[in-house]
């Protein structure tokens, strides 16, 4: 027979050991009943469904949050739904805190009466249980406020409005603390029973109010961005405008110094070679040769003259208003352009107003506007193949204390459509023309303080009428 070893013959200790561990939860479950066990699972069942809804609500409240592009309102309006439905509230407000009132923000379910007692009525005063969470920034926990002095012996109107329009009974209220700054408050309302809220429920909160700080600063934060950049686009946008009236004013000033130019230009030419002329016959004529030379020199003068106007329009030339009369001005006008005019086989017809009052401003400036004016009307009536080719020239002044003066031509007139862009920089009617002599007269007749309009005329042609304020600087 074979001897056993020793250590079979030992006994195992961790056996032993495991044995007794598992004999102890035998006795303590012995002392307990089924239905205490029952119990006991369906409160764990319950802890873990509540945590597994609150943790689902808060993933709901931060998923907003993200969404969110700056407003508050579905930011407040999900935590607000959220906290009365898992908290077993019947409703709800954010409040949002300035320095010395609470004012309401955000409501879910809250009686309508009430809530507009509190819009009309910020909560102020430190005896209030929102006052006493200002004062302390710490949450406070009524059970029933129908049985606190405030209401039954103080009768705060708050608290009346509360428990009276409210029909509130439990009230939590939880501050919404930002870097430990007060900014805001979370109430939760229990109505017509006296049920506080347990802590879980007021953990929950205290969360969502954590969340609503979040929310508050990122709406800050977008508007902030929102602002500056509108200002940037604003400096964008004036700039890129300083650059383009630059770009026009320079295009503008050759194209008026071009436009101006031309007509003294071609008279000194004209003029030359009839001088020339008269210089040639044997013998000369001498008297007509001095006529074109004094010709020549008077449109000299005007080119000289034109170069003023154009440097005091684009350039920072500072010269004081004169006083114009619009009579004599248009006289000039005329006058200078008498050969443009005969040459184009046009009759002039002119009604000037008497005792015309003088206006302020620069009077090169305004004689070059109407002698654009003409020369346009000129060019127009070229379309008109018979002789009858009429320039009316009117004064009048208005009851509104300003005075008008007209150009009309007997041309084809202007389309319509292109009647509301005619003064537009580079809109032109003509085949040749750059668009700027039209935009240059309004800018001229805007900065005298006045108006540059046009209509048609009839039976045909366009009427254009500068409107300018009398003795106007």
């Keep these: 027979m074979k001897r056993r070893g020793k250590a079979k013959d ?3 200790k961790g056996l032993r050991r495991n044995s007794a561990a598992r004999k102890a939860p035998r006795a303590r479950n012995a002392d307990t009943s089924p239905g205490e066990l029952r119990e006991q699972l369906a409160q764990r069942t319950r802890e873990r469904n509540e945590a597994l809804e609150q943790r689902a609500a808060t993933s709901k409240v931060l998923k907003v949050i993200s969404g969110s592009s700056g407003d508050l309102e579905p930011v407040f309006a999900t935590m607000l739904a959220e906290a009365v439905r898992i908290c077993d509230a019947n409703f709800g407000n954010i409040y949002r805190w300035d320095g010395d009132a609470l004012h309401l923000t955000a409501t879910h379910n809250t009686p309508h009466a009430f809530a507009e007692i509190r819009r009309r009525l910020p909560i102020r005063g430190t005896l209030t249980p929102a006052g006493h969470m200002v004062a302390t920034k710490k949450t406070v926990h ?10 039954t ?29 007060l900014i805001g408050a979370f109430t939760l309302c229990r109505q017509k029973q006296v049920r506080r809220f347990t802590d879980r429920q007021i953990a929950l909160v205290t969360d969502f109010a954590a969340h609503a700080v979040i929310a508050i600063e990122n709406a800050r934060l977008l508007s902030e961005l929102r602002r500056r950049t509108d200002e940037l686009d604003r400096s964008v946008a004036e700039l890129t405008r300083e650059r383009n009236n630059k770009l026009m004013n320079l295009e503008a000033m050759a194209a008026s110094i071009g436009h101006e130019v031309r007509q003294p230009l071609g008279g000194i030419a004209a003029n030359g070679n009839a001088a020339l002329r008269f210089l040639d016959r044997l013998p000369p004529n001498l008297d007509e040769a001095r006529s074109c030379l004094s010709s020549i020199v008077k ?18 030339v500072d010269e004081r208003p004169e006083a114009i009369n619009l009579n004599d001005m248009t006289r000039d006008v005329l006058q200078t352009l008498d050969r443009e005019l005969t040459n184009h086989r046009i009759t002039t017809h002119t009604e000037l107003a008497s005792e015309l009052p003088v206006v302020m401003g620069h009077k090169g400036q305004l004689q070059e506007v109407f002698i654009n004016l003409v020369q ?4 127009a009536m070229d379309a008109i193949r018979d002789d009858d080719r009429i320039l009316r020239v009117k004064t009048e002044h208005n009851g509104d204390n300003t005075i008008m003066a007209s150009v009309e031509d007997s041309g084809p007139g202007i389309d319509p459509p292109r009647l509301g ?14 668009g700027l002599g039209l935009a240059i007269c309004r800018m001229i007749v805007e900065r005298h303080k006045g108006r540059l309009v046009v209509s048609p005329a009839i039976p045909r042609g366009s009427i254009f009428r500068v409107v300018l304020p009398v003795e106007s600087a």
């Design 421 to 434: 862009n005619i003064f537009d920089a580079f809109v032109t009617t003509k085949s040749h023309g750059m």
């Design 376 to 379: 346009n009307a000129i060019e």
């Design 153 to 181: 012996e103080h009768r705060e109107p708050g608290a009346v409005a509360a428990v009276e329009l409210g029909g509130v009974r439990t009230l939590l209220i939880v501050p919404i603390l930002k870097d430990d700054e």
């Design 299 to 316: 449109d000299v003068h005007r080119a000289s003259e034109i170069f003023g106007n154009i440097l005091s329009l684009f350039g920072k």
């Design 142 to 151: 009524v059970a029933d406020l129908a049985a606190e002095p405030i209401y």
């Design 10 to 12: 030992r006994p195992i």
